[in-house]
């Protein structure tokens, strides 16, 4: 059998969870993938940081190049967080023929048509489930089994840091600056969440969702705003007492034939759909003039949820590469 080589940018929260990942199920995803796959090289600054999985000391290495220009490498894993030098590293990967797989929600929203028509003038596979709802299937879906729509809407609570903030606020009365903490222990933080709860998160990820589901493609900066940090408790108490919820929603919609789109807190009645999805999971929403309406819901944020999508894409590359 066939060994499809990987080499892993960041190990840090999703590079450790990815990695968590193949080692859990290696055989599993080896069986499904028809060859094996082994992260034989790893671009990471802190060699020594307690990771509770195995890595030998040889993996690693401070040389992006060493793993471009490795032709035993097949497969190339971003997972450093912020636009360079990520978008840099995953240009000169798919330059150098290597399949590159993120969940970079702000490089790909940030240069989406460079790293599309990079990898297609390269003929490499390029894939980011992870950006978007971490362990939601939703960008597999729009792309495959539902293309056969024109899609009209999509709602969608898109980040566990500020969805997890926002109940743990409403449902136990905890203060923002301890909640926000506690996301960032649990690694549904962004590395400055500062993009989380800003609502800059969400907009990057609506931006890939439209330019995927839309075929338009609206720059994050350019989708209208708002996050959650001007949310008091008084504002979640006064929707409580209307028989609402607070929450971060995302949405984009064909008005008369025009894309509308914002990121915005917004009060949700009880009885919606979205009011009673909590803490770090996710919901999307979606509507395409075929299928009628659709609901995805997972774990939005974290380590494992976010591994099983990276490892997922990684998996149907590898499939590929075992063939050839
Ligand atoms: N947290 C989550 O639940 C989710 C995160 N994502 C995305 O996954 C990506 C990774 O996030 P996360 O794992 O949380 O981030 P972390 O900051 O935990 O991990 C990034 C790792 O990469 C290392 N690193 C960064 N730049 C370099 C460099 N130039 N050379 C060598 N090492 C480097 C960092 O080292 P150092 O610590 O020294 O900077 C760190 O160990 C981000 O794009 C994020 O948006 C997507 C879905 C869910
Ligand atoms: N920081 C993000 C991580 C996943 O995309 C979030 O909280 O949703």
Redesign the pocket.
């Known amino acids: 059998m066939k060994t499809v080589q990987v080499g892993l940018?960041?190990?840090?929260?999703?590079?450790?969870?990815t990695y968590k990942t193949l080692e859990m199920n290696k055989a599993q995803i080896e069986a499904a993938a028809e060859c094996k796959i082994e992260i034989t090289k790893i671009?990471?600054?802190?060699v020594d940081?307690e990771r509770d999985i195995t890595v030998r000391p040889e993996q690693f290495t401070?040389d992006?190049d060493s793993i471009f220009k490795d032709p035993e490498i097949d497969i190339v894993i971003e997972?450093?967080?912020?636009i360079e030098?990520?978008t840099t590293f995953m240009l000169s990967a798919m330059e150098n023929g290597k399949h590159v797989v993120?969940?970079?929600?702000?490089?790909v929203a940030a240069n989406f048509d460079k790293l599309m028509n990079t990898a297609r003038e390269n003929g490499v596979e390029f894939r980011f489930e992870?950006?978007v709802g971490?362990g939601i299937p939703i960008l597999n879906a729009i792309t495959t089994v539902l293309r056969s729509n024109q899609f009209e809407e999509i709602l969608g609570i898109l980040n566990?840091t500020t969805n997890y903030i926002l109940t743990q606020m409403t449902e136990y009365g905890l203060r923002y600056e301890d909640v926000l903490k506690k996301a960032q222990e649990k690694?549904?933080?962004?590395?400055d969440p500062t993009a989380d709860v800003e609502g800059i998160?969400v907009a990057n990820k609506l931006s890939i969702l439209m330019a995927l589901a839309f075929d338009t493609y609206v720059a994050p900066e350019d989708i209208p705003t708002t996050g959650i940090t001007q949310i008091t408790r008084k504002d979640i108490t006064s929707a409580a007492v209307n028989g609402c919820k607070i929450k971060l929603i995302a949405s984009a919609k064909l008005v008369d034939g025009k894309l509308e789109y914002s990121v915005k807190p917004t009060q949700l009645p009880n009885s919606h759909p979205l009011a009673s999805i909590n803490n770090e999971f996710n919901a999307v929403f979606v509507k395409g003039n075929a299928v009628d309406e659709l609901m995805f819901y997972g774990k939005?944020?974290?380590?494992l949820?976010?591994g099983s999508a990276v490892m997922g894409d990684v998996l149907e590359i590898a499939k590929l590469c075992g063939r050839k």
């Open positions: 940018l960041g190990l840090g929260n999703i590079g450790t969870g671009l990471e600054r802190d940081r401070q992006p997972l450093l967080g912020g030098p990520a993120t969940a970079n929600k702000a490089a992870a950006s971490g566990g690694g549904f933080a962004e590395a998160d939005g944020a974290g380590p949820p976010t």
